[in-house]
């Protein structure tokens, strides 16, 4: 992108899923509205720091179960060794086009990315695991805030994690 | 996501949230948030390129420390180069047709 030059208009997602789930007679979908956020500053610099990855792109290792393309309300969450290979997963998700990701896992989720930061000692270490699930479309919302997210804190917690890097799909 | 890291942040852990769409991060709010105008499921560019790819990673974990207040949403500065769309229900986004 040259200097000045002006970025294209994001996509309007809130307007497409209204007229898309409003148009199949769905009530109108009660979207999530935050004013403020909470933030936790680190005292400690980027190359102490301990890292883990998220990715919620219904993306699995080859040996387990797809996760289910169109899951509603799906709280599954596998974890996957640091070490995995880049070409043993699979992407089952209905949400969006994932065939870059299938050719190359790193466009959704960058481990051979972040293995190489650690390496270069750009971020101190790599957790012992990284994350999917969260899939989209979880609409029973109290039970990610009471079980499946505070469960979630607990694994990071006993794996000494700085610094979770999360990408939705 | 967006909930979860929140959360995570309330207990201690810092998170970066690597997103395709501004209007629904814009609605969440997750603690620090870095906007990539590529198409849903490009977060971190395209396959094989190995380059752009860190430098997302590392631009998105560079506001670990930028970012002084939560709810912060950075525009990556990035153009897909290409016309992209969103059909949501189908499992392939194709290019519109340009002009």
């Known amino acids: 992108m040259l200097p000045g030059e002006r970025m294209k208009e994001p996509i309007r997602y809130v307007d497409a899923l209204n007229d898309y789930y409003g148009a199949m007679g769905n009530p109108p979908y009660k979207w999530t509205v935050n004013e403020t956020a909470p933030l936790h500053r680190l005292d400690k610099p980027l190359s102490e720091c301990r890292v883990s990855l998220l990715t919620s792109g219904g993306v699995s290792q080859c040996a387990m179960p797809a996760f289910n393309p169109d899951a509603r309300n799906d709280h599954r969450l596998d974890s996957i060794s640091r070490d995995a290979a880049v070409d043993d997963f699979q992407i089952h998700d209905s949400y969006y086009d994932h065939t870059d990701a299938e050719a190359d896992i790193n466009c959704v989720f960058p481990l051979a990315r972040l293995r190489e930061l650690a390496a270069s000692g750009e971020i101190g270490s790599l957790a012992e695991h990284f994350w999917s699930g969260f899939m989209g479309r979880i609409y029973n919302r109290s039970k990610v805030l009471e079980e499946s997210g505070p469960a979630f804190a607990e694994r990071l917690e006993d794996e000494r994690v700085d610094i979770l890097v999360a990408a939705p799909s | ?99």
């Not at chain 2, 998170?15 to 991060?25: C, F, K, P």
């Not at chain 2, 198409?39 to 998105?60: E, S, W, Y």
């Not at chain 2, 709810?71 to 189908?90: M, Q, T």
Request: proline content about 7%; some cysteine.
């Open chain 2, 1 to 99: 996501m967006g909930l979860v890291c929140r959360l995570l942040e309330e207990r201690g852990i810092a998170t970066t949230y690597v997103a395709t769409g501004r209007d629904l991060t814009a609605l969440v709010k997750p603690p620090r948030a870095l906007f990539v105008n590529h198409p849903m499921g490009n977060n971190f560019g395209r396959p094989g390129d190995v380059k752009m790819q860190a430098d997302i990673l590392r631009t998105a974990l560079g506001l670990v420390h930028s970012v002084e207040e939560g709810g912060a949403l950075v525009d990556y500065p990035s153009d897909w180069g290409e016309p992209f769309e969103f059909r949501p229900g189908g499992n392939r986004v194709e290019a519109v047709s340009a002009g």
